[in-house]
Every structure is written in C-alpha cells, then in structure tokens.
C-alpha cells in the first residue's frame, strides 16, 4: 500500500505531529451504551450482535448463529481473566468471530485499553518499521494482535491517551494518505517497493 505522506522516524513520531482523532459520534454512542459491560461482565446477545456489525457487517449472519446463552457464557469467562491471549481465544470460539472482530469488543467495552486491529493500522505500522511480519495486514493471528496491543498501549501510555484514540489516529492518517487499493499488497517501507 503506498501511503503518500510526510516522513517520520517513527511512530512515536507520527503520533506527536500529527492531530489526535476525536472518536466518531456513532461509534462514541456505542461506547457508551456499553460502559456497564465491564462492571457487569457479560454482553448480551443484542449488544454482541451490535458489535459484530459495527466491525464487519459481511460476517453478520454467522455471528448471529450464536445463541444468547452461549454468548453471555463466554463474554464472563472474557471479562473474568486478565490474559490477553485467552480473551481473544474465548471471542473467537464463537461463530464468525475473527480476531478483528474479537478486538473489537474489548475496545467498544474498554477503549480505554483497546484498539481495533485493523488492515490499514498494520500496514502504517509495518511501513514504519513497528512490526516486521504481515506486510498486507491479512489474516490477523492471536500472536499478531498481542504484538499490535503491546505498540499501542505503549504509545497510548506515553501520550497519556486511551488506546482507542491511538488506533483511530493512525487509521484516519493511513485513510487519509493512503493511494493505492487497500487490499493490494504493495506499498512503501522507507523507500522500497514491496508487492
């Protein structure tokens, strides 16, 4: 993906010139009807279903294969444990949740903590050398999601910003930069061309 935009360093640096996004109005909605997830410590079938759409609308009807039962079982054991890896492994054992999808409701239930894994974020972190694998930010693996929370918590932690805000701040820069088809995979790293 060539991205056409200034140069930075880093990521780090990006994020100091750069303007921090404001969180979209809909999106902000959602975030507040679900603040009483995390002290409750469960979803309902109508809220995941909510979620699954907001991330990805195409899976909707697997997702909706789940019943309310299974889905409020596993969103407690999520919200029970405080390992990353579990967490995305317990949202993913439910129809039509991907690791994507599985990010997104941490971060729609904690932004403060989380932030979506999303194609266009990866490759802005690939072409600025913060990861080193998955160039075309596809098929996203639990190892590739706990690399991605790392860099963004880290870089939340040092803006004194909820993680959400990060991941959202790179998505609209790689948005607004980017000049090629998303799902091509070539793009620019520091001068080279790689397909």
């Given amino acids: 993906m060539a991205l056409d935009h200034p140069t930075y360093q880093s990521l780090g640096d990006l994020l100091a010139r750069e303007p921090i996004a404001e969180e979209d109005p809909q999106t902000a909605k959602i975030i507040r009807r679900l603040e009483h997830v995390k002290s409750d410590g469960e979803l309902s079938r109508g809220e995941f279903i909510d979620i699954c759409y907001w991330k990805s609308p195409r899976s909707i ?30 949202l993913a054992s439910l129809q039509g949740v991907s690791v994507p999808t599985a990010s997104a409701v941490l971060t729609l239930t904690n932004p403060k903590n989380y932030g ?47 993680v959400r805000l990060v991941e959202l701040t790179l998505y609209k820069f790689h948005q607004g930069h980017q000049t090629e088809t998303l799902y091509r995979r070539t793009f620019s790293r520091r001068g080279e061309r790689i397909s």
């Fill in 116 to 162: 979506v894994i999303d194609i266009r974020v990866w490759q802005l972190l690939y072409a600025l050398q913060s990861v080193e694998t998955n160039p075309g930010g596809q098929g996203f693996t639990v190892s590739h999601w706990l690399q991605y929370l790392q860099i963004l918590r880290h870089q939340a932690k040092r803006k004194k910003l909820a």
């Fill in 61 to 90: 009807r697997r997702c909706e294969r789940n019943s309310s039962s299974t889905i409020e079982k596993v969103s407690r054991k999520v919200f029970e444990t405080r390992n990353e890896e579990r967490k995305i492994d317990l």
